[in-house]
């Protein structure tokens, strides 16, 4: 498939996408709000039922994707790197939960419906997607983001992401202002978090046998 035809798929997908999350506030990700969301973005359901092939099932697992690119589009790289690196993660983090904030009805039945046994593995891969995608827009250096501290920033990462999302799911605040201000109180416990972590690889890196955990380890892959 040639990359125009790619992103005319993709744009079809968002749109549907887009029209469904208000119609999910009330179905949950299934496929009757998927129909619904494709009738209101004119597209018919034969097409929608090509594009998500597992029905709610597929919608949801698209929602993560459409998040990210939604966060990406609004932190612009240039401008990212003009900012210390707590405050390019807090826009990034903040920029996707921005792009969902409308929706957040939608969220909260994703998350119940992420949480059933079935969907576990998805959502792992998922959400580790995201956090790597985080990492890269932050734009460090690879050997600051290889070893263990290629796992240990994502798991920090984790941990700020779903406290932060948790949070600003009932935040009642003007413009989610105490969302803003929680998530940099994360970032900065999990930067003091991170830095125990550094000294804990240079530790590791002069204990034999060990020393290979804390050597950089890419495999040029996405992370």
């Known amino acids: 498939m040639s990359g125009e035809a790619l992103r005319a798929r993709q744009e079809l997908r968002d749109r549907i996408l887009e029209a469904a999350l208000p119609h999910v506030a009330f179905d949950g990700w299934s496929t009757r709000a998927l129909l619904?969301?494709?009738?209101?973005?004119?597209?018919d359901r034969a097409t929608a039922r090509r594009l998500f092939p597992r029905g709610g099932d597929s919608l949801l697992?698209?929602?993560?994707?459409?998040?990210?690119?939604?966060m990406l589009e609004a932190c612009p790289a240039d401008e990212l790197q003009r900012l210390p690196v707590r405050r390019r993660i807090a826009r990034l983090v903040r920029a996707r939960l921005e792009a969902l904030t409308p929706h957040r009805e939608a969220v909260?039945?994703?998350?119940?419906?992420?949480?059933?046994?079935?969907?576990?593995?998805e959502?792992?891969?998922s959400f580790w997607t995201t956090l790597d995608r985080i990492?890269?827009?932050?734009?460090?250096?690879?050997?600051a983001d290889a070893g263990l501290n290629y796992y240990t920033r994502r798991l920090i990462l984790a941990g700020v992401l779903m406290a932060t999302t948790f949070f600003w799911l009932e935040d009642e605040s003007e413009?989610?202002?105490?969302?803003?201000?929680?998530?940099?109180?994360?970032?900065?416990?999990?930067?003091?978090?991170?830095?125990?972590?550094?000294?804990?690889?240079?530790?590791?890196?002069?204990?034999?046998?060990?020393?290979?955990?804390?050597?950089?380890?890419?495999?040029?892959?996405?992370?």
């Open 175 to 223: 413009g989610c202002r105490a969302s803003w201000a929680f998530l940099d109180e994360r970032i900065d416990n999990a930067l003091q978090i991170g830095r125990l972590a550094s000294s804990l690889g240079g530790v590791l890196a002069r204990v034999p046998g060990l020393s290979g955990l804390a050597r950089p380890a890419r495999e040029g892959s996405r992370g």
């Open 108 to 121: 909260r039945r994703a998350l119940a419906a992420r949480g059933l046994p079935g969907n576990w593995l």
């Open 61 to 70: 697992a698209w929602l993560d994707d459409w998040a990210d690119r939604k």
């Open 36 to 43: 619904l969301g494709a009738d209101d973005a004119g597209i």
């Open 123 to 125: 959502t792992g891969k």
């Open 135 to 143: 990492w890269q827009a932050v734009g460090l250096p690879a050997e």
